[in-house]
């Protein structure tokens, strides 16, 4: 039976890695009823690790999708990775999802990964609820971490329990339940009933004062966005806690508050109240405002006139294929609708490609596992098989009412490796398994080195290409050669210049062809764009002429430089040119512009761009200066360091040519104590060492 819409949670876990993302979700699967046995990480037995490679590693690498129950709601989860290398799962499962929840660990508090999907939410607009998680752990600081939540990711957090301790059971004051600042009273969880059991007390007496403090707080913040609250708190009348629920849920809503809870997902404590903070605060796919597109079908993408569906049944059908999960017996691809109804054996149409696309099965996700059903309604997360035309990002819609969905925006890939078949029938087996793998990952790329015949695949780390390897071997047995991963650099130029270029009198098929073009190139760091081109004022051109040649000038900047890399942080403006009365045409612009262009490039000059990472190294306090050493010898820059309970957390831009086996150089300065974590920053000048390796 469908689920009504204002009864249904789309919502994603996400965290930095080793926060307890899948341990959080393992312990929601138990206490709704969905599973009778509880999975553990370290053990590969979760639901939602279900890959070799996952239960081997003991974290997440590929989303995973799940549908369960919570008293009267029906969730649809998403597991996220935390590792960076796998952030393209967080970002393409936070483009569908209405809701999140964010998890932190209250020993670490806020990490690099956290501010890196706190930004992928903040960029879709997702209301998040906060769950700082392990304060049964040595260290643990709920308060600590959320002031962290508010310096470093700049928002507002609101707790709405607290913890009753922190820290393990041997401790003086261990960790030991929640207060509850909604109803004022204290939670437990049993051990003897796996935290099933909750055990609902009066505060003890040493935890009254704080509870009525923060108890205050959540009223005051509150009463900010609500009259009827703040007319009962002058009143110093009672305040309900419907009264308090409603108006935390509105402000989530809006993103202006973040409800913050507190537990331990190991010691199956705080599981049952974080799932009724997702009943409470996080949005239906009715409290979100219609999803927007553009008129599909428009000439130029500036013409297309803004549409909205809203979501509803009774309105035409689009979604979003947000995933596809490469398969020898057929691709599946998550489609999350949005509007209109998805029945199976019907036909839809993709309208960024132009082409329909048979729906012969429609199936509700289940981890590994899958239900298939009849039809998929507004707020279905749901896998569609049977599709030859699409791929992650594309709209689906009905034929007879167009509409172009934003797609997803994946970042560029920053390291390379070589692979070798061994024999002619392996390379046609590997270009078949790497096209796959590049249909289910969009940040995966593979192609053919034209110098060396090299077949070079890339990706967003070593441990994402390590992943691929791995996958190469062990699942599709191919018999490969790998070699060592190499950066993949960028081009810019070092100057600006002016730059002309001509056609002329040029015999094209028995007809004199003509043009000049002028154009300015100058290197452009504030380009959100790799390649910039426009037109500046005064160019008086033939319409047709200046689109001809601000196309060769698009294509060309997208394309190489002069050492074969791509170019990016450039920017080329048309300045002026002319046209000849009977010999100019759109042809002649063409080789004037690719002319200019080539010309401007060599006048110019080569910048090699390195991609810097962003580095964050949790050490011991004794073992600083070895890391600051080491990292100073990569070539680092130190951007600032700070303490953290009893470690200190170094943060550093450093190229990533010089971070390859970091971490097994880092583990061996501290005895295995420290830890760290990069990400992807920016494009850097590389060295003129770096540059003259290449020239």
Same mark, same amino acid.
């Given at each position: 039976?469908?689920?009504?819409?204002? *009864?249904?949670?789309?919502?994603?876990?996400?965290? !930095?890695?080793?926060?307890?993302?899948?341990?959080?979700?393992?312990?929601?699967? /138990?206490?709704?009823?969905?599973?009778?046995?509880?999975?553990?990480?370290?053990?590969?037995?979760?639901?939602?690790?279900?890959?070799?490679?996952?239960?081997?590693?003991?974290?997440?690498? &590929?989303?995973?999708?799940?549908?369960?129950?919570?008293?009267?709601?029906?969730?649809?989860?998403?597991?996220?990775?935390?590792?960076?290398?796998?952030?393209?799962?967080?970002?393409?499962?936070?483009?569908?999802?209405?809701?999140?929840?964010?998890?932190?660990?209250?020993?670490?508090?806020?990490?690099?990964?956290?501010?890196?999907?706190?930004?992928?939410? =903040?960029?879709?607009?997702?209301?998040?609820?906060?769950?700082?998680?392990?304060? #049964?752990?040595?260290?643990?600081?709920?308060?600590?971490?959320?002031?962290?939540?508010?310096?470093?990711?700049?928002?507002?957090?609101?707790?709405?329990?607290?913890?009753?301790?922190?820290?393990?059971?041997?401790?003086?004051?261990?960790?030991?339940?929640?207060?509850?600042?909604?109803?004022?009273?204290?939670?437990? /969880?049993?051990?003897?009933?796996?935290?099933?059991?909750?055990?609902?007390?009066?505060?003890?007496?040493?935890?009254?004062?704080?509870?009525?403090?923060?108890?205050?707080?959540?009223?005051?913040?509150?009463?900010? &966005? @609500?009259?009827?609250?703040?007319?009962?708190?002058?009143?110093?009348?009672?305040?309900?806690?419907?009264?308090?629920?409603?108006?935390?849920?509105?402000?989530?809503?809006?993103?202006?508050?973040?409800?913050?809870?507190?537990?331990?997902?190991?010691?199956?404590?705080?599981?049952?109240?974080?799932?009724?903070?997702?009943?409470?605060?996080?949005?239906?796919?009715? =409290?979100?405002?219609?999803?927007?597109?553009?008129?599909?079908?428009?000439?130029?993408?500036?013409?297309?006139? $803004?549409? /909205?569906?809203?979501?509803?049944?009774?309105?035409?059908?689009?979604?979003?294929?947000?995933?596809?999960?490469?398969?020898?017996?057929?691709?599946?691809?998550?489609?999350?609708?949005?509007?209109?109804?998805?029945?199976?054996?019907? %036909?839809?149409?993709?309208?960024?490609?132009?082409?329909?696309?048979?729906?012969?099965?429609?199936?509700?996700?289940?981890?590994?596992?899958?239900?298939?059903?009849?039809?998929?309604?507004?707020?279905?997360?749901?896998?569609?098989?049977?599709?030859?035309?699409?791929?992650?990002? =594309?709209?689906?819609?009905?034929?007879?009412?167009?509409?172009?969905?934003?797609?997803?925006?994946?970042?560029?890939?920053?390291?390379?490796?070589?692979?070798?078949?061994?024999?002619?029938?392996?390379?046609?087996?590997?270009?078949?398994?790497?096209?796959?793998?590049?249909?289910?990952?969009?940040?995966?790329?593979?192609?053919?080195?034209?110098?060396?015949?090299?077949?070079?695949?890339?990706?967003?780390?070593?441990?994402?290409?390590?992943?691929?390897? !791995?996958?190469?071997? %062990? #699942?599709?047995?191919?018999?490969?050669?790998?070699?060592?991963?190499?950066?993949?650099?960028?081009? +810019?130029?070092? $100057?600006?210049?002016?730059?002309?270029?001509?056609?002329?009198?040029?015999?094209?098929?028995?007809?004199? !062809?003509?043009?000049?073009?002028?154009?300015?190139?100058?290197?452009? +760091? =504030?380009?959100?764009?790799?390649?910039?081109?426009?037109?500046?004022?005064?160019?008086?051109?033939?319409?047709?002429?200046?689109?001809?040649?601000?196309?060769?000038?698009?294509?060309?900047?997208?394309?190489?430089?002069?050492?074969?890399?791509?170019?990016? $942080?450039?920017?080329?403006?048309?300045?002026?040119?002319?046209?000849?009365?009977?010999?100019?045409?759109?042809?002649?612009?063409?080789?004037?512009?690719?002319?200019?262009?080539?010309?401007?490039?060599?006048?110019?000059?080569?910048?090699?761009?390195?991609?810097?990472?962003?580095?964050?190294?949790?050490?011991?306090?004794? +073992?600083?200066?070895?890391?600051?050493?080491?990292?100073?010898?990569?070539?680092?820059?130190?951007?600032?360091? *700070?303490?953290?309970?009893?470690?200190?957390?170094?943060?550093?831009?450093?190229?990533?040519?010089?971070?390859?086996? &970091? @971490?097994?150089?880092?583990?061996?300065?501290?005895?295995?104590?420290?830890?760290?974590?990069?990400?992807? *920053?920016?494009?850097?000048?590389?060295?003129?060492?770096?540059?003259?390796?290449?020239?």
């Amino acid at each position: 039976m469908p689920t009504a819409l204002t *009864h249904l949670r789309n919502i994603g876990v996400v965290a !930095h890695i080793d926060a307890g993302k899948t341990t959080v979700t393992e312990r929601m699967l /138990f206490y709704c009823g969905y599973k009778h046995r509880m999975g553990e990480v370290d053990k590969g037995t979760t639901e939602t690790d279900f890959d070799p490679e996952e239960q081997q590693r003991g974290i997440t690498i &590929y989303s995973a999708a799940i549908t369960f129950p919570w008293k009267d709601i029906t969730v649809n989860l998403i597991d996220t990775p935390g590792h960076v290398d796998f952030t393209a799962e967080v970002e393409r499962s936070l483009r569908v999802l209405d809701g999140a929840v964010v998890v932190f660990s209250a020993r670490e508090g806020v990490e690099a990964q956290s501010e890196t999907v706190w930004r992928q939410a =903040d960029r879709y607009h997702v209301p998040r609820v906060a769950f700082i998680n392990k304060m #049964d752990r040595e260290g643990a600081d709920f308060f600590g971490a959320l002031e962290e939540i508010e310096k470093r990711l700049g928002a507002k957090p609101l707790p709405v329990n607290l913890p009753l301790g922190s820290g393990p059971p041997h401790f003086q004051d261990p960790f030991r339940g929640i207060v509850d600042l909604v109803d004022m009273k204290l939670r437990c /969880f049993p051990a003897e009933s796996a935290g099933k059991e909750i055990v609902v007390q009066d505060i003890p007496p040493e935890a009254v004062e704080d509870a009525q403090m923060w108890r205050g707080h959540l009223l005051d913040q509150l009463s900010l &966005y @609500s009259d009827e609250l703040t007319e009962q708190l002058l009143a110093e009348e009672p305040i309900p806690p419907d009264l308090i629920h409603r108006v935390l849920r509105d402000a989530t809503l809006h993103n202006m508050l973040v409800p913050v809870l507190c537990g331990s997902a190991l010691d199956k404590i705080g599981i049952q109240p974080l799932l009724d903070a997702v009943r409470n605060y996080l949005p239906s796919p009715l =409290d979100m405002p219609p999803v927007e597109g553009l008129e599909a079908g428009a000439k130029k993408p500036c013409d297309a006139k $803004k549409m /909205f569906r809203k979501a509803d049944p009774k309105e035409p059908f689009c979604g979003l294929l947000f995933k596809i999960v490469a398969d020898k017996h057929g691709d599946m691809h998550y489609v999350r609708v949005y509007s209109g109804c998805l029945k199976a054996n019907s %036909r839809v149409l993709n309208p960024g490609k132009d082409k329909k696309e048979n729906i012969p099965q429609v199936w509700r996700l289940k981890a590994d596992r899958r239900e298939q059903i009849a039809e998929a309604l507004p707020g279905d997360i749901v896998g569609v098989i049977g599709l030859r035309h699409s791929i992650t990002g =594309d709209t689906l819609c009905d034929p007879k009412h167009p509409i172009l969905l934003e797609t997803i925006c994946f970042p560029e890939t920053v390291i390379s490796m070589a692979i070798e078949p061994e024999s002619s029938t392996e390379r046609k087996k590997l270009s078949r398994v790497l096209d796959m793998l590049k249909r289910q990952d969009p940040t995966f790329r593979a192609s053919e080195s034209p110098e060396t015949g090299q077949t070079l695949i890339s990706g967003m780390g070593e441990l994402h290409l390590e992943v691929i390897k !791995h996958r190469l071997l %062990r #699942d599709y047995n191919l018999d490969v050669k790998v070699h060592n991963p190499r950066v993949s650099y960028r081009e +810019s130029i070092a $100057k600006r210049v002016e730059a002309a270029g001509a056609c002329h009198h040029r015999m094209i098929a028995g007809q004199p !062809h003509t043009a000049e073009l002028s154009v300015r190139m100058e290197p452009a +760091s =504030d380009c959100a764009q790799p390649v910039v081109v426009n037109v500046a004022g005064g160019v008086d051109l033939p319409p047709e002429m200046l689109q001809a040649a601000l196309e060769v000038l698009q294509e060309r900047g997208e394309g190489s430089g002069s050492l074969g890399f791509p170019l990016m $942080k450039l920017r080329v403006t048309i300045t002026g040119g002319h046209a000849h009365e009977t010999e100019s045409n759109e042809l002649a612009f063409r080789f004037a512009a690719a002319d200019a262009f080539e010309k401007g490039l060599r006048e110019a000059g080569i910048v090699l761009l390195e991609p810097i990472m962003r580095l964050e190294v949790t050490t011991p306090e004794d +073992s600083v200066g070895e890391i600051v050493g080491d990292l100073q010898q990569r070539r680092a820059q130190i951007q600032r360091t *700070h303490v953290r309970g009893d470690t200190t957390v170094i943060e550093a831009h450093a190229p990533l040519a010089n971070l390859f086996g &970091y @971490s097994n150089a880092m583990r061996g300065l501290t005895q295995g104590r420290a830890t760290c974590t990069m990400e992807p *920053h920016s494009y850097g000048p590389a060295p003129p060492e770096v540059l003259d390796a290449f020239t």
